[in-house]
């Protein structure tokens, strides 16, 4: 009775297999392999039907038995043939996988490039929209410093020049760091050079970058990434990592593009920022590297510093 029992559950739970398999036909594209593999479970599905007929039939013993040798060898040859085929699912499979990458990485490139058109459109509305007007607002104090005033209004003219210096320098700067012409112009080297001295300028860290690419150009949007990316890593570290030092190597061999970046901050726990979910800033430099076929290593422990390893094909 408990072998019957064990049997129809087994029927069942085979047809059940069977179904579902048959279900994922199309999912495979109709494969061979996997069709012949479904076509496997079916009949051990019907293997084991024909296994429970002599308890119900005691006359179709014989019969049952020859019906079972029968199928047991169309089971052989299904699955056997099957399973010789079945590296084509995994070649299906892996090529889903390497689509379903590339698609994600033209997504990605196609955000960062959207990100970086409205970056110069705004910059470029900054530069010759509202530094002209400022401009001429200097124009216009200067010639009213020209003219005699008491202490008192002349005091004010000199404040609102120096106010408007400010704005205009303050113009140029976001302008520059929203597109920075350096960058275009001059290459990766020198823009990240240039972003390097504006940091030491502040004295509140200090930034030592070496490079031995030279005026050596690359793909453009590799260049804009890198100094984008570079550039985030040395804001992360002035606003929250105490640190004292940077260093920044820049070194190519051969074809691989290298970036060393390291500090001596306070440093932080990498699992538990994954954890909470706080490390946004860092899955987007991962995004952004990953997106131009690059790889990064980021370590980091409490007291320990920060550093990132970045490794581009060029």
């Known amino acids: 009775m408990l ?13 059940i297999a069977a179904i579902i398999a048959i279900s994922l036909t199309k999912k495979t594209k109709y494969n061979i392999s996997w069709i012949l593999i479904s076509l496997g479970l079916v009949f051990m599905a019907i293997r084991r039907f024909f296994e429970i007929m002599p308890y119900l039939f005691d006359n179709l013993v014989p019969e049952t038995t020859i019906i079972n040798h029968w199928i047991g060898i169309a089971i052989s040859i299904v699955i056997s043939i099957g399973v010789i085929f079945v590296k084509k699912i995994f070649k299906f499979l ?5 689509e379903h990458l590339e698609y994600e990485k033209h997504v990605l490139t196609a955000i960062i490039q959207t990100e970086e058109k409205e970056r110069k459109r705004f910059a470029k509305d900054l530069h010759d929209g509202l530094g002209p007007l400022l401009s001429t607002v200097k124009m216009s104090i200067s010639a009213l410093s020209q003219i005699e005033h008491d202490d008192k209004s002349k005091k004010i003219i000199t404040n609102t020049e120096h106010v408007l210096n400010e704005a205009i320098n303050s113009i140029k700067e976001i302008s520059n760091n929203l597109s920075p012409h350096i960058l275009n112009n001059f290459g990766l080297e020198s823009a990240i050079n240039n972003f390097c001295n504006k940091i030491n300028q502040t004295k509140k860290i200090n930034v030592d970058f070496k490079s031995n690419i030279l005026k050596e150009r690359f793909n453009s949007n590799v260049e804009l990434i890198l100094y984008r990316v570079i550039c985030e890593l040395i804001n992360n570290t002035t606003k929250h990592a105490n640190a004292q030092n940077i260093k920044i190597n820049l070194t190519r061999h051969a074809k691989i593009l ?11 726990d990498i699992n538990q920022i994954e954890i909470t979910k706080r490390g946004l800033g860092l899955s987007n430099i991962k995004s ?27």
Do not use: H, P
């Open 288 to 314: 952004r590297i990953k997106s131009v076929n690059g790889v990064i290593i980021i370590e980091s422990n409490e007291g320990l510093g920060f550093s990132a390893l970045i490794k581009i094909n060029v």
């Open 258 to 268: 290298t970036i060393q970046y390291a500090d001596d901050g306070k440093g932080f």
């Open 3 to 15: 072998t019957f029992i064990a049997l129809i559950i087994a029927i069942l739970l085979q047809f």
């Open 94 to 98: 892996g090529q889903a996988q390497k």
